[in-house]
């Protein structure tokens, strides 16, 4: 290797030209001049956040556009081109509504379909969350077993209601199973799709910081694949939700308590529309409720920490 | 202990060999800087002194404990705040601290970077160089002799990277670290390093070194001599390769 590489070539250059790259070999001025201007320019550069208030087009505007639906609804009705029976309007639905609820109807379908899904849902999580880290960490397992996950996460979980019904009865070992083969696959999903959206440097931070294999899983990939995970978890409800409905419109009677979807079937069997529409708006209800009340501020509580949520429309 | 490395080799799949026959010798405490143009393989040299990828042929010789590393990016966990990042730095790399010894020490090292005030700032709320501050004191949190730095202030703007070249200086001199420095900046090189290394592109290579004396700190004429030396052996190098 060349100890001394200055030519007296090199040095028989002009001195004017060498004049232009004047460097700075320190910075000019006192330490406490220095700290000044470092504090006076991390002032200048950060954030500063701001808090706000309540913002009432949140409120004000989904409520607005409820109004505009109902009124829409009421209108068509009252221009008569349907039988009343087979098209109710707003106000028949609620007065059924209203009589469901003094007879505690509403109360106990409600609150056996609410129970049953988030207990189910949260057993699945349970399950997803390690096979689904596990999954993702592991290329074999996740060669071998992904396209069997994907395909579980498109199988529609009502096929599998038959299956539980000749496996368990009309009991609630039905009811979850079918809730299991909905949620599992795609929290799983959801989590590996999230490992996978990490940015590889923060996995080469971590072996640098001298992770092991636990460490990395447990403190780098999964609070990075969060919000992914968290996208995983909205789904895994709904496909929860949505699954329990099916089976329970579906294994009606046996030691099946009565739930949302048993209120369903019950309007079917009477041809009462009035009690079909109360039924279908309240599992709507239900499903909206949940996103307002769980998830939607998890996760903008998840994104704002993390700096993602400027510009954004939420 | 000294860094060394002797015919250091590396190429990717059946490519063209990115470094080939690199030797240098680093002493403890010694603040050397990587010089070469953009995409002549600094990096690569950095992350396999770093262990994160095998050398193809040749050896090398690094403290047993790795190194510590700071990325041109300070990619800091955004799920963290300042603090945090740095704990989580402690905790990885002495699994039998406690919860109290590494706030402390955190505490110190955020005082160290003179972001006392910070540490409970999630990245996004920083600027730039806050965060590089953050990212090297969570580098030295790794409590490694040798420090590994890519490019750390590429991006920052001239007086917060001017700012930053004096608090590294006085970071080196209070910790007693072995730094190596990559980067493109002559003037950047000239000004942090002890002894300049010039690589060539394809296939990098040590092909100069100059030593920075106390002479060129304090007299700015010979300082500006010895950048114009050495960028014009940096483009005579990166010339080479128009034709």
New interface residues.
Partial sequence: ???N??TTE??T?P?T???????????KGNASE??D???G??N????T?RKRGIEWNRVLLPVAALVVLILAWQFYVSLGFKRRDLVPGPLDVLTQFVTMWGEGKVQEAVWTSLQRGVIGFLISVVIATPVGLILAQVAPLRRAFGPLISGLQVLPSVAWVPAAIIWFGLSEGTVYFVVFMGAIPSIINGLISGVDQIPP??R????????NRL?MAL??VL??A?PGYIGGLKQGWAFSWRSLMAAEIIAVGGTIGFGLGSLLDQGRLLSDMTIVMSAILLILFVGILIELLVFGPIEKRLLQ???LLAGSSR | MPVVLENLGKRFGDGAPVLDDVNATIAQGEFVALLGASGCGKSTLLNIMAGLEPPTSGALEVPSDGAAFMFQDAALFPWLTARGNIELALQLADKSSTKASRRERATELLELVHLGGAGDKRPHELSGGMRQRVALARSLAQDRQLLLMDEPFAALDAITRDLLHDELERIWKETGRTIVFVTHNVREAVRLGQRVLLLSSRPGRVVAEWDVTEEHRTDAGRAGELTGTITRRLREEIRRHAK
């Fill in positions: 290797m060349p100890s590489p200055i090199e040095r250059l001195v030209e060498s004049k232009e790259h004047i460097t700075s070999p320190s910075l220095l700290r201007l470092e504090a320019l991390d200048l550069q950060s954030d956040s440097q923060y080469s931070v971590g072996t640098v910081l001298g992770a460490q403190q780098i609070p990075a969060l920490r993390r700096g």
